[in-house]
């Protein structure tokens, strides 16, 4: 949830969304929908990232 909503969630809002929804997907239906959680997992791992942010919070910190 934490990617999503951070350095990928910046380049596309409703990654948040579909996280959660694999999330339920697979508290709800265990087993055969653990695919959900691996196909967001790729997703996510391949999506384009802003770090824009992160650099922001650094830049803060110094």
Known sequence: MRFASEDVGLALLSLLTLAIAA?????????PEGIALSEQVVYLATYFKLISVCK??????Q
């Open 56 to 61: 922001a919070c650094d830049i803060v910190k």
């Open 23 to 31: 999330w339920q997907t697979y508290e709800r239906l265990k087993f």
